[in-house]
């Protein structure tokens, strides 16, 4: 199917404002003057926590050859970071480290324009991506950073190694500089699911629900820190609402428009040629990929027969 939630402006604006918000937590988490050395050697240890964190699956992910040199960039960025002579202007670029790391995660698998050097018509074609690989790896960051936040009862998004107690955050700005980091990686994953070229309503439901599980114990964390951080904290769960908002309002009307997996028990031996002949007509091109949907669908090992079990095509 196409790209059917690309063209929802008013999502991305709110990924935006969602990055934007988390960012200012950071900056003001990091910037407190009378907070205790040890304190604010914690909340700075957190920027690096959120890095490596995000090394650890960019090394895992596909486009690991892609994704390494930013983890290494923002790295970098940190070493550089606590060298500046103020702590105003260290709190200022150490927020903004995890955004851009996330950001450029985002970019290497979001489809881009092509070259425009080149045949006329292919020139606006896109570039390959995988912005559904993307939208994982950045839900799966948010995920173990949101357990070390909220061991109790944050389930991994995949299977991940339980965090040892030592690790967890002790201090406000510390837990605010993890929460920061973890719905940056949210807002990010937000702009890549609009780019997911979804085929059916269960499979775009499927994703949607699991961002918006995610914004909302993320959401949680922000309204457990407002004591200690109200102004920016207060933003940054305004924000999430707004994100799951959105969600819920532009993704409806853009679900709905998906055709729907059904499942279907042949009436006796059958291939898949002739369940896609009895579904869509006599046209040879749409026989042929209705047949190679089932196929796929299905992980049938052998397209001449079905079975006797039932099996999932979209109507």
Same mark, same amino acid.
């Given at each position: 199917?196409?790209?059917?939630?690309?063209?929802? %402006?008013?999502?991305?604006?709110?990924?935006?404002?969602?990055g934007?918000?988390a960012?200012?937590?950071?900056?003001? #988490?990091?910037s407190a003057?009378p907070?205790?050395a040890a304190?604010y050697?914690?909340?700075?240890?957190?920027?690096?926590?959120?890095?490596?964190?995000?090394?650890?699956?960019?090394?895992?992910a596909?486009?690991?050859a892609?994704?390494?040199?930013a983890?290494?960039? #923002?790295?970098?960025?940190?070493?550089?970071?606590?060298?500046?002579?103020?702590?105003? +202007?260290?709190?200022?670029?150490l927020?903004?480290?995890?955004?851009?790391?996330?950001?450029?995660l985002?970019?290497?698998?979001?489809?881009?324009?092509?070259?425009?050097?080149?045949?006329?018509? @292919?020139?606006?074609l896109?570039?390959?991506? *995988?912005?559904?690989?993307?939208?994982t790896l950045?839900m799966t960051?948010?995920?173990?950073? %949101?357990?070390?936040?909220r061991?109790? *009862?944050?389930?991994?998004?995949?299977?991940?190694?339980?965090i040892?107690?030592a690790?967890?955050?002790?201090?406000?700005p510390?837990?605010?500089?993890?929460?920061a980091a @973890?719905?940056?990686?949210?807002?990010?994953a937000?702009?890549?699911?609009?780019q997911?070229?979804?085929?059916?309503r269960?499979?775009?439901?499927?994703?949607a629900?699991?961002l *918006?599980?995610?914004l909302?114990?993320?959401q949680?964390?922000?309204?457990?820190?407002?004591?200690?951080?109200?102004?920016?904290?207060?933003?940054?769960?305004?924000a999430? %609402?707004?994100?799951?908002?959105?969600?819920?309002?532009?993704? +409806?009307?853009?679900?709905?428009?998906?055709p729907?997996?059904?499942?279907?028990?042949?009436?006796?031996?059958?291939?898949?040629?002739?369940?896609?002949q009895?579904?869509?007509? /006599? /046209?040879?091109?749409?026989?042929?990929?209705?047949?190679? *949907?089932?196929?796929?669908?299905?992980?049938?090992?052998?397209p001449?027969?079905?079975?006797?079990?039932p099996?999932e095509?979209?109507?």
């Amino acid at each position: 199917g196409a790209s059917f939630l690309a063209t929802l %402006g008013p999502l991305l604006i709110a990924a935006g404002a969602l990055g934007g918000a988390a960012v200012a937590l950071a900056r003001l #988490a990091l910037s407190a003057s009378p907070m205790a050395a040890a304190t604010y050697a914690r909340a700075v240890a957190a920027v690096g926590t959120a890095i490596d964190v995000s090394g650890i699956w960019a090394g895992q992910a596909g486009r690991a050859a892609a994704l390494l040199p930013a983890v290494a960039s #923002a790295q970098a960025a940190i070493t550089a970071a606590v060298a500046l002579p103020s702590r105003a +202007s260290t709190a200022a670029a150490l927020a903004a480290t995890p955004a851009a790391l996330f950001s450029a995660l985002s970019a290497e698998h979001r489809p881009q324009p092509a070259s425009g050097i080149g045949p006329g018509p @292919e020139a606006t074609l896109p570039v390959a991506a *995988d912005p559904r690989a993307g939208a994982t790896l950045l839900m799966t960051i948010a995920s173990d950073l %949101g357990r070390r936040l909220r061991p109790a *009862d944050d389930a991994p998004l995949i299977g991940l190694a339980p965090i040892a107690m030592a690790a967890l955050p002790t201090a406000a700005p510390e837990r605010a500089v993890l929460l920061a980091a @973890e719905a940056g990686a949210l807002a990010e994953a937000a702009r890549l699911v609009v780019q997911i070229p979804f085929n059916s309503r269960q499979d775009a439901q499927g994703v949607a629900a699991m961002l *918006d599980d995610r914004l909302r114990r993320a959401q949680r964390s922000a309204a457990d820190i407002a004591g200690s951080q109200v102004a920016p904290a207060a933003a940054l769960w305004r924000a999430f %609402g707004e994100m799951r908002a959105k969600l819920a309002m532009d993704l +409806s009307e853009a679900i709905g428009r998906l055709p729907s997996v059904e499942r279907i028990t042949p009436p006796g031996p059958a291939s898949a040629l002739l369940l896609a002949q009895h579904l869509v007509g /006599d /046209d040879p091109s749409a026989v042929i990929a209705f047949a190679t *949907d089932i196929v796929r669908r299905n992980r049938l090992r052998h397209p001449a027969s079905l079975g006797a079990g039932p099996v999932e095509v979209l109507r």
